[in-house]
Each structure stands twice: as structure tokens, then as C-alpha cells.
């Protein structure tokens, strides 16, 4: 079992930046590649960014490659989500996600375990 625990979320203007972590705890962190996700009401979650379990592969969404950067922490057991010049359309929840068997997963079916999300809002 892996708990997962988001934050950093909130409100903030088109162009700002938001810095999201995702801390872990249970079975050892360094097993999982992490993956962070986003929803909206009424729509599918969506893949936003992954990292492999030594922090040397990452794998973005074109909607946000070249504006948000995942990062992780063996040792700390965190993973964090650096985004930047945020857009009206990345206003979501946005949950982290930690899953044993695959390195770039961009499914939520690759995942075994989820964060409860943090709210993301931007406005414009």
C-alpha cells in the first residue's frame, strides 16, 4: 500500500506559476514511477506528466510540454509538478498517481495508487 497525498494547488492569474507536491508514504518510493493526472466535471482524467523510478525518464502531454516539469525525491519520498505559465485550460484537479509496473505510463490504468487532488484554478 502507497498513501499519496497532494498539494500546492490553488487560485491564480493566466501566466503564473504553481508548484505542486505529491508526498508518499508506505512501501518503498523509489518502487513506483509517479504520474500526475488532471480532471475537469464531466471529463476523463487526463494525463499530464510522468516520471520513471530513478527521476530519469519523464514524459509529458503536449498540452503542457515546455511549460511544466515533474521532478522526484527518492529520499524524500515526494514527487513534485512545477508548472508555469499557466492557462485558463489547465484549471483542474489535479491528482498524483504511483504505479509498480510501468515507466511512462500515460493511462490511469497504470497506476495502483491515487492522491485525493488538489484544485488548480486559473483565471484569466
Not at 489547465?90 to 505510463?105: P, R, S
Request: aromatic share 12%; charged share 20%; with cysteine.
Amino acid at each position: 500500500q502507497v498513501m499519496l497525498v497532494e498539494s500546492g494547488g490553488g487560485s491564480v492569474q493566466t501566466g503564473d506559476s504553481l508548484r505542486l507536491s505529491c508526498a508518499a508514504s508506505g512501501r518503498p518510493f523509489s518502487n513506483y514511477a509517479i504520474g500526475w493526472f488532471r480532471q475537469t466535471l464531466g471529463k476523463e482524467r487526463e494525463f499530464v506528466a510522468t516520471i520513471g523510478r530513478s527521476g530519469r525518464d519523464k514524459y509529458y502531454a503536449d498540452s503542457v510540454k515546455g511549460r511544466f516539469t515533474i521532478s522526484r525525491d527518492n529520499y524524500g519520498n515526494t514527487a513534485d509538478l512545477e508548472m508555469t505559465s499557466l492557462k485558463p485550460e489547465d484549471t483542474a484537479v489535479y491528482y498524483c498517481a504511483a504505479g509498480a509496473y510501468y515507466t511512462g505510463g500515460d493511462k490511469p490504468a497504470h497506476y495502483d495508487y491515487w492522491g485525493q487532488g488538489t484544485q488548480v484554478t486559473v483565471s484569466s
